[in-house]
């Protein structure tokens, strides 16, 4: 998994709540002041609140150390920052990832328009951003692009090669070596390098290119037959730690998302390019791309635009997490209909799947741009509270151990969650003797939550277990959904003998 962040910049303007993990989101950010009793943003984090940086390295810091601890070990984090807090984001990552993890520092250009504000009289007018980037390990090599393959248009009994006559440098300098000056022979004539120049290859490297038949000389040059497997065959563009206006700037990026998701309010978005190089240089084709400041959603954007480029074979994930920041009542943004950040980075997957899923064509036929949406919440399933002075009340409110409002789906996303199931897993149902059964990952778990549970269900899951032939499969029911307590022990029996791995009751 890699990572792509893009926090707020903390100018003064982009809000940021202090943490406090024991709250609500909204109780906390009430009782911080940062919104009113509507849940209306109502502050930001002003320079002379006097903990200015404070505040926003509090809000950073616990979300980096679980960024580091859910990054797969050859995972790469970049994390988009501003001059407000470059310096201070490098030494809280420093610190979390290492600093021998610290790759280096991208500048991308941002902006082309100039300010004509008061500022621009006493203050540099930036043009840049820079996007951080560290990895979990050192070791780690990106992916780069490929500008051209070499050519090897000889062929001999070996295969095919290329000739390659030996180069020559200066022998003086820092790079002066004594035993880079040496005769090459090919056992008819031989040659040494001019005077003051020295050979590019050491002696051992071009007595093996001879002893294996790929050296000779011509016309005084020594000519090596350069064979795809000596060396890298493709010539690359580096991994730039630059990335121009080309790529796209905070100008045109606001644009373009304006057309396609119309007023949206957002004044820094990225460009989906500069995200798509990103994920291009870091991730192999099956990688998942957390962003944890997902704000319009210009990374699943980016994701899924770079696996329409794949063709068929790009089939990256990506999450998004987005706090459910409530847009400004008397905006347009809300009045098109998006009352949070969340809602208009739902419609931007919306809108920008099917976009290049028509732009695609034949290659989007296997394109996946579905998606779904969660929302943090409690359980779903109650905690045993029962009021002592009324038990007989709390008995039978108890009867029903769901939280009230909660759909069957919601409980068993939950219990998918319980288990270590991967939420993209596919969830079907079906009917047995009229109960509704879950089946999630073709079989792999089942679920039953209805009431007046007898055997033949438990019969009707076998059978579909069989026909879908799981590595191996659970059942789940609800602790009181059994028509008897009988049942439940002849059901137990029934999918022990028929091969089920677990069964549990919730
Ligand atoms: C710079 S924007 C991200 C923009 C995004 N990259 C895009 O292209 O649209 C920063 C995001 O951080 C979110 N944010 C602000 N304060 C936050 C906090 N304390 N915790 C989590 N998210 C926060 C905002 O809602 C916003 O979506």
Redesign the pocket.
Known sequence: MSKNI????NTGE????P?NFHDSIENYKKITGQVDDEGKKIGTNTETSGRYHTNWLN?MYP?LRLARNLLADDGVIFV?VDYNENFNCRTILNEIFGLSNFIGEIYWESKTKSQNTETAYNKLQPKAEMILVYTKQLKRRFNLIVKELKDYPLSDEQGNYREYPLEVMNATGIRGRETMIYDVSDGISTVSPPPGKQWKLGQDQVAAYKDSGNLFIREGKVIIKMRPEFERNETTEPFWGFFSKELGTAEN?KSDLTELIGEHG?E???PIDVIKRLIFHATEKNDIIL?????????AHAVMQLNADDGDSGKRKFIMV??P?LTDKKSTTYKAGYVN?SEIGKERIRRAGEKIKSEAGLFAQNLDVGFKVFKLDTSNIRKWQPDYDNLEVSLLDYVDNFVEGRTELDVVYEIMLKYGFDLTYSVDEFIVSEKKVYSVGYGMLMICLSNGIKPDVAEGILKRVKELSPESSRVVFKDNGFEKDSDKTNIKEILKVGGIKEFITI
């Not at 893009?6 to 910049?9: A, I, S, T």
């Not at 982009?14 to 709540?17: I, K, Q, R, S, W």
Request: proline share 7%.
């Open positions: 893009d926090p707020p910049y982009d809000f940021v709540y943490d809000m979300r988009s990026a957002f820094t978005v990225k962003d944890f400041f997902s704000g319009s959603a210009t990374t987005q706090l920041e950040v």
